[in-house]
């Protein structure tokens, strides 16, 4: 991706921003915390989807390496066969905490809420993830922010991480980066499944 690319969605991201930041002072006083929904529960939405299923390391047929930065990834675009098992190496090169996650639109959307809900609490400080903070019961159900889905990984600053993941079968399937603002400020990624 050019530099022209990356910094063509540096308005969007500062839009999405301030978005965020008004809804965490509404939601602090109104006392909307968000409670439930995938974290904690997180398991069945995370398991095996129409696209595909964890895989194992073991068994991939190649290993792609992908880079995210602020805010983008590379590559951007992803080719896959299905029945091809894929082990995504993944490096964090930005400033700022970064997901990549396998999954359709509609399963961002609610992931990102979800994600919202993980920066309300603290557990997503911007640069870094207060650990501790993933452990903690966020509700009276008990459930927490962990951040353990086979088909995503969130890392902090020059980490790294994989998913392993099996493609069964085509769809509309995206990489994305669902930290609040990230996604509408461009981080995603298509998956195309042959």
Known sequence: MSIKNR??????????LATFTAGNALAARSGDHRHGGMHGGQHAMAGPMSFG????????????????????????KLTVTAGET?????TNNGSLVHEFNL???????????????MQQHGVLM?????????????????????????????????????????????GDIEFACNVPGHYAAGM???????
């Open 53 to 76: 299923k964890p895989g194992k390391a073991a068994d991939a047929d190649r290993v792609i390496d992908i880079v995210m930065d602020d805010n983008y990834f590379e590559p951007e």
């Open 126 to 170: 911007g640069d870094h993830i207060n650990h501790d903070m993933m452990n903690t019961p966020m509700g009276d159900d008990g459930h927490t922010m962990n951040h353990d889905h086979p088909n995503s990984v969130l890392l902090e600053p020059d980490d790294s991480g994989e998913v392993v993941w099996t493609f069964t079968s085509g």
């Open 86 to 90: 894929i082990r995504f190496k993944v």
């Open 7 to 16: 910094t063509r969605n540096w308005p969007v991201l500062i839009a999405a």
């Open 103 to 117: 999954g359709t639109p509609d399963y961002h959307a609610a992931h990102q809420d979800e994600m919202m809900m």
């Open 188 to 194: 995603v990624g298509t998956v195309d499944v042959e």
